[in-house]
Antibody, heavy 120, light 108 residues
Framework: EVQLVESGGGLVQPGGSLRLSCAAS????????MNWVRQAPGKGLEWVSY????????YYADSAKGRFTISRDNAKNSLYLQMNSLRDEDTAVYYC?????????????WGQGTLVTVSS | EMVLTQSPGTVSLSPGERATLSCRAS???????LAWYQQKPGLAPRVLIY???SRATGIPDRFRGSGSGTDFILTISRLEPEDFAMYFC?????????FGGGTKVEIK
């Protein structure tokens, strides 16, 4: 059974940093592209970042560029999101999601999400 | 950046009725890389449709995706009680992989 389990969320002050993790199991993690998607309270979905299966290619939403860094450790079946210079508007549930291996796949498996609250 | 506009924002229907949800893109969606997701309160989204019209594994055939280019439709032929939820479209052909704002299907 495919499982994605996020962790690392919590309360952080504006300007602070947080590192999210996503532990994958039940599939060959190293073959799959991965993403972070967030959802502010009561709002819609916002794609945040993508990383290729090998980790050599990353994409970011404009809202994340220069502040967030996506990475992965295929030996540990883990995905990460380093978030720096956090703002109030970064408050959201953050989901990790897998998106296949062809380069053009939907987000077919999702974790349960981890809540990040940015507040003083 | 490609903008996806979903309409209506909310639709009120009864079980057994047909739901028609629209997703309009600001530019042509590359190779129809358009997906639909369903999300229920407190849960993660799940993919229903990909490639504009292909059903994901385990999705019942009452869910049908159609359209191409810039205009896409999700049709739920006969609403079941478990279908009342939020629905989002997403294009995954070009970064940034944008989502639409969502349509809420609520019980009338």
């Amino acid at each position: 059974e495919v499982q994605l389990v996020e962790s690392g969320g919590g309360l952080v002050q504006p300007g602070g940093s947080l590192r999210l993790s996503c532990a994958a199991s039940g599939f060959t993690f190293s073959n799959y592209e991965m993403n972070w998607v967030r959802q502010a309270p009561g709002k819609g979905l916002e794609w945040v970042s993508y990383i290729s299966a090998s980790g050599t290619t990353q994409y970011y939403a404009d809202s994340a560029k220069g502040r967030f860094t996506i990475s992965r450790d295929n030996a540990k079946n883990s995905l990460y999101l380093q978030m720096n210079s956090l703002r109030d508007e970064d408050t959201a549930v953050y989901y990790c999601a897998s998106s296949g291996y062809s380069g053009f796949d939907p987000f077919d498996n999702w974790g349960q999400g981890t809540l990040v609250t940015v507040s003083s | 950046e490609m903008v996806l506009t979903q309409s209506p924002g909310t639709v009120s229907l009864s079980p057994g009725e047909r739901a028609t949800l629209s997703c309009r893109a600001s530019h042509t969606v590359s190779s129809n890389y358009l997906a639909w997701y369903q999300q229920k309160p407190g849960l993660a989204p799940r993919v229903l449709i990909y490639g504009a019209s292909s059903r994901a594994t385990g999705i019942p055939d009452r869910f049908r995706g159609s359209g191409s280019g810039t205009d896409f439709i999700l049709t739920i032929s006969r609403l079941e009680p478990e279908d009342f939820a939020m629905y989002f479209c997403q294009q995954y052909g070009t970064s940034p992989f944008t989502f639409g704002g969502g349509t809420k299907v609520e019980i009338k």
